[in-house]
């Protein structure tokens, strides 16, 4: 049973309210439908394929209309895939690179092609499930995103933007601009943009010290977020050669600095009963800061660069694809840790320095720098061919053929103290693969109509890994449409997985100082993290099976309800070190050290491996959408006379049938139920149930019951748009009764409100400069709600202080975008 609190309570009718007033708010706007005019209230206008459209059976989860697009008043493509990652992302599957792109029903490189135009370059986008991946030489983990470019814009748009958290004590500004030229032969994209964002100090959240910070106030030392600086250049440029050859090109770069204050130099002194300054008979351990240096540090350069290109063709009736893609990522990282000691205590030992003194001079030696580089570098090359391998009395047999190279290196360099360890890892992958989609009722029109369409797809492929050998992928499907409205589509997958580059060789890296909850001893310290590549890791393999029914009720335009079942199974999978419970300790023992007297002061954190991993989930929801727009001899522009066109306001967009459109409203609301989570890190090892108690995070377990909403409304150039999230309580089991965590449950609501000031009356004729522009204020966590953990004693450890669990908090932003 899913019990709801009074806030949760009151929040969902909040939000339930925004949305109802809303629908009453498009109801009222609406106009009776007169004469023989179609309706008006469909999402989706039907009609002939649009070129660039996806030729598949596979129905669209979303699709949308460039008055659609305009309704969601996103500033960039980000944005507008931020408002609809309910849809994007995959549901409950093992997606974890984003959805795949493709521009007018053409496969690209990547995510880069798309971000370089504005959503205004969009005439439609198209959500598909991940079984049309596999139609484009994919994985079937990634949902597909197809966008239909306009035939015909040029732009000129230039954003800035402030945000910053209600409680303060951080400002991020940005600035982008944006250049855009689209014509029916050629595409151009460039998109400039700069990021600054300042950082929050843990006295800045009034966070609680133990005995030793506060007699240094050692919060002014330590940041909760780290100021960071980014600059990033994208671009893209598409032609057509001759008839039917088009081209892409993709340039990018990003530089990102971050910079982390990690505290004050520390260490634990042995104090002699023999010593002057003494204050026990007995030899004791005294843990102090050292203030006459200051603050430790973390300082991480990132530099990336990436190119590629794409071809898109036609042979006779097959199209083919080839893409290649190159990128090169330089890091560099810098830690601060403390000196060396052993001058101080050999002078401590002598009695000849004062172990409580303020500063200890040439006897206490200055912080040292250690010192990680990585440069990681990949080639990409992958050719498609797809199209009609023969015809059944059921319809076309289609085929897609996938063939690909990819070389990979990674050079890492660590220097702690006078050690310096490198390592290298080169890697090629030699891959193919085919599917074959087979109609089994299609075209042949008496069994269509007893059971309805029926298609089964499968594909098989293999990898030549250079230091993994042979590994193999595989999947099978059933597309069922027992009527148009309704979509069954079942599945099994599986492959196995080399872990990544970095997974095995990223540089070593200790960090000093961390905050770290120690369920053993019940008490919050500062310990030493290392990070970095773990080269024992083996191949992952992964069984998925997965369910899905999409339903488009006729009776109830504009409706669409979607159920999604996943069973996850997942053998030796390489992973992030999870959050050091007992049941994680008993498991890697020599992962953790610990002092004399037991308490934690080190965890070394780099990649491990789970023996095995078992989820179940349920996904279910709706989404419904109007058009609102004037219709028949009562539209508000009033009875137009025979032959004459009606004049439409500056700021009114058209709809698909070429009325005059008001504007759009449109709900989603998804369910998933988490119905097994279990993770068995090795044989012989206790398995761990995230549902009851088990936690690899540091938010806890895994929450049973996640809830999401997605929301907006549009009209008359003015609009905003809400999204939430709720995900229910979740526990962790420590090693007694007193240092059981328990998660409360976490209520999320983000609002972004717009206005294009073109439809404030004469206000953009006073002012030219505002003309084409747009005024947009967003505020994240409108309830300020931060999840609370407490013990069994109702006592917040110092580790799950509200600032540290989050301290952005609740978050508001302006920003402002012209377009010339």
């Given at each position: 049973?899913?019990?709801?609190?009074?806030?949760?309570?009151?929040?969902?009718?909040?939000?339930?309210?925004?949305?109802?007033?809303?629908?009453?708010?498009?109801?009222?706007?609406?106009?009776?439908?007169?004469?023989?005019?179609?309706?008006?209230?469909?999402?989706?206008?039907?009609?002939?394929?649009?070129?660039?459209?996806?030729?598949?059976?596979?129905?669209?989860?979303?699709?949308?209309?460039?008055?659609?697009?305009?309704?969601?008043?996103?500033?960039?493509?980000?944005?507008?895939?931020?408002?609809?990652?309910?849809?994007?992302?995959?549901?409950?599957?093992?997606?974890?690179?984003?959805?795949?792109?493709?521009?007018?029903?053409?496969?690209?490189?990547?995510?880069?092609?798309?971000?370089?135009?504005?959503?205004?370059?969009?005439?439609?986008?198209?959500?598909?499930?991940?079984?049309?991946?596999?139609?484009?030489?994919?994985?079937?983990?990634?949902?597909?995103?197809?966008?239909?470019?306009?035939?015909?814009?040029?732009?000129?748009?230039?954003?800035?933007?402030?945000?910053?958290?209600?409680?303060?004590?951080?400002?991020?500004?940005?600035?982008?601009?944006?250049?855009?030229?689209?014509?029916?032969?050629?595409?151009?994209?460039?998109?400039?943009?700069?990021?600054?964002?300042?950082?929050?100090?843990?006295?800045?959240?009034?966070?609680?010290?133990?005995?030793?910070?506060?007699?240094?106030?050692?919060?002014?030392?330590?940041?909760?977020?780290?100021?960071?600086?980014?600059?990033?250049?994208?671009?893209?440029?598409?032609?057509?050669?001759?008839?039917?050859?088009?081209?892409?090109?993709?340039?990018?770069?990003?530089?990102?600095?971050?910079?982390?204050?990690?505290?004050?130099?520390?260490?634990?002194?042995?104090?002699?009963?023999?010593?002057?300054?003494?204050?026990?008979?007995?030899?004791?351990?005294?843990?102090?800061?050292?203030?006459?240096?200051?603050?430790?540090?973390?300082?991480?350069?990132?530099?990336?660069?990436?190119?590629?290109?794409?071809?898109?063709?036609?042979?006779?009736?097959?199209?083919?694809?080839?893409?290649?893609?190159?990128?090169?990522?330089?890091?560099?990282?810098?830690?601060?840790?403390?000196?060396?000691?052993?001058?101080?205590?050999?002078?401590?030992?002598?009695?000849?320095?004062?172990?409580?003194?303020?500063?200890?001079?040439?006897?206490?030696?200055?912080?040292?720098?250690?010192?990680?580089?990585?440069?990681?570098?990949?080639?990409?090359?992958?050719?498609?061919?797809?199209?009609?391998?023969?015809?059944?009395?059921?319809?076309?047999?289609?085929?897609?053929?996938?063939?690909?190279?990819?070389?990979?290196?990674?050079?890492?360099?660590?220097?702690?103290?006078?050690?310096?360890?490198?390592?290298?890892?080169?890697?090629?992958?030699?891959?193919?693969?085919?599917?074959?989609?087979?109609?089994?009722?299609?075209?042949?029109?008496?069994?269509?109509?007893?059971?309805?369409?029926?298609?089964?797809?499968?594909?098989?492929?293999?990898?030549?890994?250079?230091?993994?050998?042979?590994?193999?992928?595989?999947?099978?499907?059933?597309?069922?449409?027992?009527?148009?409205?309704?979509?069954?589509?079942?599945?099994?997958?599986?492959?196995?997985?080399?872990?990544?580059?970095?997974?095995?060789?990223?540089?070593?890296?200790?960090?000093?100082?961390?905050?770290?909850?120690?369920?053993?001893?019940?008490?919050?310290?500062?310990?030493?993290?290392?990070?970095?590549?773990?080269?024992?890791?083996?191949?992952?393999?992964?069984?998925?099976?997965?369910?899905?029914?999409?339903?488009?009720?006729?009776?109830?335009?504009?409706?669409?309800?979607?159920?999604?079942?996943?069973?996850?199974?997942?053998?030796?999978?390489?992973?992030?070190?999870?959050?050091?419970?007992?049941?994680?300790?008993?498991?890697?023992?020599?992962?953790?050290?610990?002092?004399?007297?037991?308490?934690?002061?080190?965890?070394?954190?780099?990649?491990?491996?789970?023996?095995?991993?078992?989820?179940?989930?349920?996904?279910?929801?709706?989404?419904?959408?109007?058009?609102?727009?004037?219709?028949?001899?009562?539209?508000?522009?009033?009875?137009?006379?025979?032959?004459?066109?009606?004049?439409?306001?500056?700021?009114?967009?058209?709809?698909?049938?070429?009325?005059?459109?008001?504007?759009?409203?449109?709900?989603?609301?998804?369910?998933?139920?988490?119905?097994?989570?279990?993770?068995?890190?090795?044989?012989?090892?206790?398995?761990?149930?995230?549902?009851?108690?088990s936690a690899t995070s540091t938010s806890g377990g895994t929450a049973?019951?996640?809830?999401?909403?997605?929301?907006?409304?549009?009209?008359?150039?003015?609009?905003?748009?809400?999204?939430?999230?709720?995900?229910?309580?979740?526990?962790?089991?420590?090693?007694?009764?007193?240092?059981?965590?328990?998660?409360?449950?976490?209520?999320?609501?983000?609002?972004?409100?717009?206005?294009?000031?073109?439809?404030?009356?004469?206000?953009?004729?006073?002012?030219?400069?505002?003309?084409?522009?747009?005024i947009t204020f967003r505020i994240d966590n409108i309830f300020d709600?931060?999840?609370?953990?407490?013990?069994?004693?109702?006592?917040?450890?110092?580790?799950?202080?509200?600032?540290?669990?989050?301290?952005?908090?609740?978050?508001?932003?302006?920003?402002?975008?012209?377009?010339?």
């Amino acid at each position: 049973m899913v019990r709801a609190s009074p806030n949760l309570v009151a929040r969902v009718i909040i939000v339930a309210a925004i949305c109802n007033h809303s629908a009453l708010l498009a109801q009222n706007s609406e106009e009776p439908k007169t004469g023989n005019h179609a309706e008006n209230d469909d999402i989706i206008v039907n009609a002939e394929r649009l070129p660039g459209s996806v030729i598949t059976d596979v129905p669209p989860i979303v699709e949308l209309t460039a008055e659609d697009i305009e309704g969601y008043g996103a500033s960039s493509i980000r944005e507008l895939l931020d408002s609809l990652s309910s849809e994007t992302e995959s549901g409950g599957g093992r997606g974890d690179s984003g959805p795949i792109v493709l521009i007018n029903g053409e496969r690209v490189s990547g995510m880069r092609d798309i971000l370089s135009y504005p959503p205004e370059a969009l005439e439609r986008m198209q959500v598909f499930p991940e079984e049309l991946a596999v139609q484009y030489g994919y994985r079937p983990d990634q949902r597909v995103i197809n966008f239909i470019m306009k035939e015909k814009f040029t732009g000129f748009i230039t954003k800035g933007e402030y945000g910053t958290p209600v409680r303060g004590d951080q400002a991020e500004t940005e600035l982008e601009a944006n250049v855009t030229r689209i014509n029916k032969r050629t595409r151009l994209g460039i998109n400039l943009k700069y990021q600054n964002k300042t950082g929050i100090t843990e006295s800045e959240r009034d966070i609680i010290q133990d005995a030793a910070g506060q007699a240094v106030n050692l919060g002014d030392f330590r940041s909760l977020t780290a100021p960071s600086e980014t600059i990033e250049l994208n671009t893209n440029y598409s032609f057509i050669v001759g008839q039917n050859i088009s081209v892409s090109l993709n340039g990018s770069y990003t530089r990102n600095e971050t910079h982390r204050l990690l505290g004050l130099p520390s260490a634990t002194l042995n104090v002699p009963a023999t010593s002057p300054f003494s204050v026990s008979p007995n030899d004791e351990s005294l843990f102090r800061y050292f203030t006459q240096f200051d603050a430790l540090e973390s300082k991480t350069t990132s530099d990336s660069l990436k190119a590629s290109l794409s071809l898109n063709g036609t042979l006779s009736s097959w199209n083919w694809s080839v893409t290649a893609d190159y990128s090169r990522i330089l890091t560099n990282t810098a830690t601060d840790v403390t000196g060396d000691v052993t001058g101080l205590q050999a002078a401590i030992d002598s009695g000849t320095a004062d172990p409580f003194a303020s500063d200890f001079g040439p006897l206490l030696s200055s912080p040292v720098t250690n010192q990680a580089r990585a440069v990681s570098q990949s080639f990409t090359n992958i050719a498609t061919l797809s199209g009609t391998l023969l015809y059944l009395p059921s319809g076309p047999v289609r085929a897609t053929w996938r063939g690909g190279f990819r070389d990979r290196s990674q050079n890492s360099r660590n220097v702690i103290g006078d050690v310096t360890t490198l390592s290298t890892l080169g890697r090629s992958n030699l891959n193919t693969s085919i599917n074959l989609q087979i109609p089994l009722a299609g075209d042949n029109i008496a069994v269509t109509e007893a059971i309805g369409k029926l298609s089964i797809n499968g594909d098989l492929g293999y990898s030549e890994v250079s230091d993994f050998g042979g590994l193999v992928e595989f999947g099978f499907g059933l597309n069922w449409r027992p009527f148009n409205s309704l979509a069954i589509i079942a599945s099994v997958t599986g492959d196995e997985k080399a872990p990544s580059a970095g997974q095995l060789v990223n540089p070593v890296i200790v960090t000093p100082g961390v905050t770290v909850f120690d369920f053993i001893n019940n008490e919050t310290v500062l310990a030493d993290i290392i990070t970095g590549g773990n080269s024992v890791l083996p191949a992952s393999r992964r069984r998925d099976i997965k369910l899905t029914v999409n339903y488009r009720p006729g009776w109830f335009k504009g409706m669409r309800f979607l159920v999604e079942y996943f069973r996850n199974s997942n053998r030796d999978v390489a992973a992030n070190f999870p959050l050091l419970t007992p049941e994680i300790e008993a498991a890697f023992p020599d992962r953790v050290t610990r002092d004399n007297s037991g308490r934690l002061i080190g965890i070394d954190q780099r990649t491990i491996t789970y023996s095995d991993i078992r989820s179940e989930n349920l996904r279910y929801g709706f989404r419904f959408g109007k058009r609102l727009r004037i219709g028949g001899a009562r539209g508000t522009q009033g009875a137009a006379k025979p032959g004459a066109k009606a004049k439409r306001p500056a700021n009114q967009s058209r709809g698909g049938a070429g009325q005059p459109l008001l504007g759009t409203w449109d709900l989603s609301v998804y369910h998933s139920v988490r119905l097994k989570d279990r993770i068995l890190i090795r044989p012989g090892v206790p398995e761990l149930d995230l549902l009851d108690g088990s936690a690899t995070s540091t938010s806890g377990g895994t929450a049973r019951h996640a809830f999401e909403l997605n929301g907006g409304w549009f009209k008359n150039g003015i609009g905003f748009r809400i999204k939430g999230e709720h995900q229910t309580a979740t526990r962790a089991i420590g090693g007694n009764d007193d240092s059981d965590l328990r998660f409360s449950g976490l209520t999320k609501v983000n609002l972004r409100a717009f206005m294009n000031l073109d439809s404030l009356g004469n206000l953009t004729n006073k002012f030219k400069f505002l003309k084409d522009s747009r005024i947009t204020f967003r505020i994240d966590n409108i309830f300020d709600d931060i999840q609370d953990v407490r013990n069994n004693d109702g006592l917040v450890p110092l580790r799950y202080q509200p600032g540290f669990v989050d301290p952005i908090g609740r978050y508001i932003e302006v920003s402002f975008r012209k377009r010339f």
